[in-house]
């Protein structure tokens, strides 16, 4: 039986008050249907309609495990934990306010949970649970506190791990490293932590000392490479058995890089961006060997194309104006910067860099769509037709630009021009969005047409069709 002919049947006993028929039928179903909420809720509400209240209790301690997003589940427990235990109270109250977006009103009752109990698992959870709150709210100090006051009673690697990462994001380095020595001296097995050890110490130049902890071999041939210690870094580079991998290519890209092999360490860096090419580091180590090789322009488009694909588009977009100064002809910046500039909506820049692109590329359809986009929406139509006829005899498939092209015309009240143009974009737009608009539309204009055809005159005749559009 599927879950929602379980539920229907039981509804059909609920509905003519067969109370534990119902039950009977529901309580059966189990072991088949605990990890359903569905499932739960139904039988935890007919448990309390029951006054079963164990039960009730335990299945909706269950949902709310289940899942835990069920305001029904934290509602039920918080009307029984009220009378029956403090602690369960005021944390189900925590997570009930924090579903409802009262995540600042929940310190309080983690507060008043840590007052309830002496328990040592149930203070644990109680800190923890309000740390994840204080780091929520941006009070990354409070929730060190907690999370220190955590292994106080136990150590922890996932909290060492925790601590660690908020000392990293207030770039403190220095308590990252002291409590990640903390960390794998209490599991020491763990490389995760280990490794996580080596990387920060890396990056403060304890390069000797990162190497202590290091545990996998592309860590330590790393290390090795910043130490300019090229030679062991290229034997342990040999035995490696993958030799297809990211981090096999990138670290051959370096130490060719260190070896100022230039165009080996290009052909390595290539191999990287095949199997990820949307990595930074792959465009980075690109910016260093044209830098290497006194080319600025690369060192800055390339730099420009590694904060792109950090999501840095501000930074991303200084570095492609500055390889645009440097050559102010190579479309590729242009490009970029093009790109940016229209996620953004700067239509003043868009306009002096679309129109370069154009003087670069006459043909260039992302010109001369962007350029007949921007006079459109400065009223200047027929500027706008001007690069719309352009790009539909380079791109003959680009329906949009029919629609354009149409509303172009239409402003500059071509009635049987438009109407030309929205028929051919309909023609291949059967079932776009506005398809209906569109046709009400042709539609008035042919009987405008075969008005005006039929020589009937009048004054102000073309305004007021003009309005029977707008309508």
């Known amino acids: 039986m599927s879950i929602n002919s379980l539920l229907a049947q039981a509804q059909m006993y609920i509905d003519n008050e067969q109370y534990e028929s119902a039950y009977e039928l529901l309580e059966k179903s189990y072991d088949k249907f605990k990890n359903d909420a569905q499932y739960l809720e139904k039988i935890a509400l007919l448990a309390k309609t029951m006054e079963k209240e164990e039960e009730a209790l335990k299945y909706w301690e269950e949902l709310v495990q289940v899942d835990p997003n069920s305001l029904i589940g934290y ?3 918080l009307d029984i934990y009220v009378n029956t235990n403090k602690y369960k109270y005021y944390i189900t109250r925590a997570k009930y306010k924090i579903l409802n977006q009262k995540i600042s009103q929940s310190i309080d009752d983690y507060k008043k949970a840590l007052d309830s109990t002496t328990d040592e698992q149930e203070i644990i959870n109680a800190r923890f649970l309000r740390a994840k709150s204080y780091e929520f709210l941006g009070k990354t100090q409070n929730a060190i ?9 136990k150590d922890d690697m996932a909290v060492y791990h925790k601590l660690a990462d908020l000392y990293n ?34 990056k403060e130049g304890q390069f000797d000392k990162a190497l202590q902890y290091a545990k996998n071999d592309y860590t330590k041939i790393k290390i090795h490479l910043m130490k300019n210690e090229n030679e062991t870094a290229f034997n342990m580079l040999d035995k490696i058995e993958d030799k297809t991998s990211v981090n096999y290519f990138a670290l051959m890209a370096e130490y060719y890089f260190n070896m100022k ?17 949307q990595n930074p580091l792959a465009y980075q180590m690109l910016a260093l060997v044209h830098d290497e090789n006194n080319d600025a322009f690369g060192y ?100 949009e630009v029919y629609k354009q092209m149409g509303f172009c015309y239409e402003k500059l009240r071509d009635i049987a021009a438009a109407k030309e143009c929205y028929e051919k974009y309909l023609a291949n737009a059967p079932l776009s969005p506005d398809t209906e608009k569109l046709k009400e539309k042709v539609a008035k204009m042919q009987n405008a047409t075969s008005i005006q055809q039929s020589g009937i005159e009048e004054e102000g005749f073309i305004d007021k069709i003009m309005k029977i559009f707008g309508k």
């Not at 506190?145 to 009673?153: G, K, M, Q, S, T």
């Not at 092999?261 to 090419?277: A, G, M, Q, T, V």
């Not at 200084?318 to 002809?329: D, G, K, M, S």
Request: charged letters at 35%.
């Open 75 to 77: 509602s039920e427990l």
């Open 145 to 153: 506190d907690d999370y220190f006051r955590i292994l106080e009673y």
């Open 300 to 399: 800055h488009f390339y730099m420009g194309r590694c904060y792109s694909y950090k999501q840095n588009y501000e930074l991303a977009l200084a570095e492609y104006l500055n390889a645009h100064r440097i050559e102010p002809n190579r479309t590729e910046a242009i490009k970029e910067i093009i790109k940016i500039n229209e996620s953004i909506g700067d239509s003043t820049s868009l306009m002096e860099f679309y129109e370069k692109l154009y003087r670069q590329e006459p043909e260039n359809t992302i010109a001369l769509k962007g350029l007949g986009d921007v006079y459109a929406n400065m009223y200047e139509f027929k500027s706008a037709l001007d690069y719309y006829k352009k790009l539909i005899k380079i791109d003959k498939n680009n329906n």
């Open 169 to 202: 994001e207030m770039d403190d380095r220095f308590s990252a490293i002291s409590v990640l020595e903390r960390g794998v001296k209490a599991f020491p097995e763990v490389v995760e932590l280990s490794e996580y050890m080596a990387a920060l110490l890396t």
């Open 261 to 277: 092999d230039w165009e080996k360490s290009r052909e390595y860096i290539n191999k990287f961006r095949e199997l990820e090419p």
